[in-house]
């Protein structure tokens, strides 16, 4: 491993120049930084589209925005990339896949997607919680729904199933599952999800 003196260092002794620094800062940590043009960006920024990066980084080398998430470092993360580049590409096919999208819109829609992921653990924080309340120890509800739902998880990998038969595949006909998805998770929760996503869209774009 090399350190570098500064920014500046890092960029011009790379050839692929990952951008990853929050969008409200993105301004201070990169001023001043010259980036040749025969540099390749990858901006991973969520909310910072390739124009606005271009323009503050002054720059006509190739740009190309991803989204990698935690699991890329188990070489197990699909990750997201427009405009499809092949030396982008290939790097992320090395790291668990990529994933090329048409266009700036449908890159939004993924990295809105991308923002349910907490949501999936507090969902299982909040079964925890109520298994609490009815008496059971927080350490033997927290290791169950860990075993249960990494066995669902496992069950992703078949790619031959819609993610609607692998949920009907897991119910029985007016059986517990079928109960809770139809009166939690229903067309007012469903809707109220979808509300979400459109607003969290509408601040991407």
């Not at 048409?102 to 991308?114: C, G, H, M």
Request: charged residues 25%; contains cysteine; hydrophobic residues 40%.
């Amino acid at each position: 491993m090399r350190t570098c003196a500064g920014n500046q260092e890092v960029v011009d002794r790379s050839e692929l120049v990952i951008i990853a620094v929050r969008r409200q800062d993105r301004h201070d940590a990169l001023a001043g930084l010259r980036v040749a043009e025969d540099k390749i960006v990858v901006n991973v920024m969520a909310g910072v589209g390739n124009d606005d990066l271009r323009r503050t980084l002054a720059t006509d080398a190739p740009l190309v925005r991803a989204i990698p998430l935690p699991t890329i470092r188990e070489r197990r993360s699909v990750t997201v990339v427009y405009p499809s580049h092949p030396a982008v590409d290939s790097f992320f096919e090395h790291l668990g896949g990529a994933l090329p999208v048409a266009d700036e819109p449908a890159f939004n829609v993924f990295s809105a997607l991308t923002g349910t992921l907490t949501t999936h653990y507090a969902y299982l924080a909040t079964l925890t919680s109520w298994a609490a309340t009815h008496g059971i120890p927080s350490d033997d509800a927290d290791r169950y729904l860990r075993s249960l739902f990494q066995g669902l998880g496992r069950s992703l990998s078949d790619q031959t199933r819609s993610l609607q038969q692998l949920a009907a595949d897991h119910e029985t006909p007016n059986g517990n599952n079928e109960r809770i998805r139809t009166t939690w998770f229903d067309q007012a929760n469903s809707d109220a999800l979808k509300k979400a996503l459109d607003a969290l869209l509408a601040d991407l774009r």
